[in-house]
């Protein structure tokens, strides 16, 4: 679907502020997740001389999926002031040098990288001289909110490390839940977790106490049966692990709006590259601030003849 509305703001220096809504998220549910398409997706707002794209991504490693393809041609498309990448938090600071290095440690290879999609949406923000940013909160910030919510911190340590399963599974560190690389990778990934919480150390402490918090949650032991929807924010989901996800997505959701709005009152061309779901739960919100988009669909390079 496409559309080729004006945009509802005012051009130059007197562009009327946009103010924020993220009371507008929507709330991830089974209906919605089963109306996002199956695979990569965007939207081009103008707002005034200005352009937000949001690109959807399907977390992929692969230099030939959709994914890769679409923010390599947003970047042909656009040149941008600002990338707003998922998986960092923006106190990283602009550029941040551990992010180009860990691309830099994960080049495709084989049309294969282990870096996934922060690795063209880096590549490209420096080639065009953008500041990349991360559009993450602070781990601080996202369980000061998420325990006032009524979640503790061996929860959200407990959520953290199960949500990255998916993506060692996407970078071939296992092959399921069930492998017997995992204990070794859970660990570290406690040990990595716990410190950014502030937790003390007899949270959940070693592989086998992690099993078991993992088990009391969702009623059956961790293994090869293990579906990325355990770790996907759904509000009406089958799994208590899903409670936990929609907290820290609530969040994390309402930092990434304010931070988009923010820098589009900079008059800034932005780019953001988030995972599809996070588009589907901020279209509501953007609609209001910014008015329709001008482009919805897979082949951006429609978009500047319809972005005006």
């Known amino acids: 679907m ?16 946009l103010t924020a ?5 929507r709330p991830w549910t089974k209906e919605l997740r089963d109306r996002q398409p ?32 679409m923010i390599n041609a947003a970047y042909a ?26 691309v830099t440690k994960n080049p495709v290879r084989n049309g294969f990288t282990e870096g996934g999609e922060t690795v063209p949406t880096a590549l490209g923000a420096r080639q065009q001289g953008a500041m990349l940013v991360g559009g993450e909160a602070d781990d601080a910030q996202i369980e000061r909110q998420v325990i006032e919510a009524g979640a503790s ?15 060692w599974i996407g970078e071939r560190k296992i092959a399921d839940a069930g492998d017997p690389s995992l204990a070794a990778l859970v660990e570290k990934s406690l040990d990595s977790n716990r410190a950014a919480l502030g ?64 820098h589009l009152n900079k008059q800034e061309n ?3 590259v988030f995972g599809g779901s996070h588009l589907m739960i901020h279209r509501p919100a953007l609609d209001r601030v910014l ?18």
């Open 153 to 167: 911190g061996e929860d959200l340590l407990g959520f953290y490390t199960l949500r990255a399963i998916p993506q």
């Open 77 to 102: 498309i656009t040149t941008f002031d600002t990338v707003i990448a998922e998986g960092f938090p923006t106190s990283w600071g602009p550029n941040p040098p551990r992010i180009f290095e860990y």
């Open 2 to 17: 496409r559309f080729a509305l004006w945009p509802l703001l005012l051009f130059g220096s007197d562009q009327v502020p």
């Open 199 to 262: 937790l003390p150390a007899d949270t959940l402490p070693r592989y086998l106490d992690w099993a078991a918090w993992y088990e009391a949650k969702n009623g059956k032991p961790i293994g090869a049966d293990f579906v990325t929807e355990e770790v996907g924010p759904l509000s009406d989901g089958d799994y208590k692990t899903n409670r936990i996800a929609v907290l820290v997505a609530r969040a994390r959701d309402a930092y990434l709006h304010n931070l988009i709005i923010s």
């Open 291 to 308: 008015g329709h988009p001008c482009f919805a669909g897979t082949d951006l390079r429609e978009a500047n003849s319809l972005c005006h």
């Open 38 to 69: 199956d695979d990569a997706f965007a939207v081009v707002y103008q707002v005034g001389s200005n352009r937000l794209v949001f690109v959807a991504a399907q977390h992929e490693n692969r230099r030939d999926s959709l994914t890769f393809r």
């Open 270 to 272: 932005v780019l953001v």
């Open 21 to 25: 809504a993220p009371e507008l998220l």
